[in-house]
């Protein structure tokens, strides 16, 4: 991964996580809690592509695993985040732009569906049971519903921002200056059919003439 995508995925990876842990964490509503690191993830994969969005959502669940006050085996949801950032990542529009919503809110729900799915059956092979307590129907709806809810405040900014970030002003400026100057030499020589080397050989084969004549109309003039 490129550094400009690095340091914008880690600062959105680290402030979604403060504000769940901190925040929405403790709202204390009924069933699942909104997933914001799980909406940042599906917002730069919808940009990075597949092996982007595999990256950020493996780094992203690995922090929520160490970070307080998890309460599961490291790793477990790091390996969620990362199947689903590759998943969302292949539904990546071709041209950068996206033509409606329609397309981000199934992605939305399909991946908090599909995350709530993957986690309580790693759970289940890890021996955590606690999603049967819960009721996994009343967690996959909760969990769909809160992201759905969040994800048109959460996901079209996280994908403005990364693609603001992919593009680099001081590149496209010396680039764009480069592609003038070669442009502008193209016009002269193309316009003219002759080089600009040429051009100024030309000019000083003029000037040496024009001095010549003059030398010469000086001479004359003395002589009469």
Same mark, same amino acid.
């Given at each position: 991964m490129r550094v400009n995508r690095i340091l914008l995925s880690s600062a959105l990876v680290v402030v979604a996580l403060v504000i769940q842990v901190s925040v929405l964490a403790r709202l204390h509503l009924p069933g699942a809690v909104p997933d914001l690191l799980l909406l940042t993830v599906l917002g730069l994969a919808l940009v990075y592509g597949h092996v982007g969005g595999a990256l950020v959502g493996f780094g992203a669940g690995l922090l929520a695993d160490l970070a307080p006050p998890a309460d599961h /085996? %490291?790793?477990?949801?790091?390996?969620?985040?990362?199947?689903?950032?590759?998943?969302?990542?292949l539904v990546k529009p071709e041209t950068g732009q996206l033509k409606s919503a329609t397309g981000p809110m199934v992605v939305v729900v399909a991946a908090a569906v599909g995350s709530t799915l993957l986690y309580a059956g790693v759970g289940a092979l890890v021996g955590d049971t606690a999603a049967r307590h819960v009721g996994l129907g009343s967690l996959l709806f909760t969990a769909a519903l809160y992201d759905l809810l969040l994800a048109p405040f959460v996901v079209p900014g996280i994908m403005a921002l990364a693609r603001r970030a992919e593009n680099d002003p001081l590149a496209e400026s010396s680039s764009a /200056? %480069?592609?003038?100057?070669?442009?502008?030499?193209?016009?002269?020589?193309g316009g003219t059919g002759l080089k600009i080397g040429s051009q100024?050989?030309?000019l000083r084969v003029k000037a040496a003439r024009a001095r010549m004549a003059r030398a010469g109309r000086i001479k004359g003039v003395k002589r009469l």
């Open positions: /085996a %490291a790793g477990r949801y790091a390996l969620v985040l990362c199947v689903i950032g590759y998943l969302a990542g /200056a %480069a592609k003038a100057t070669d442009i502008s030499s193209g016009w002269l020589s100024r050989n030309g």
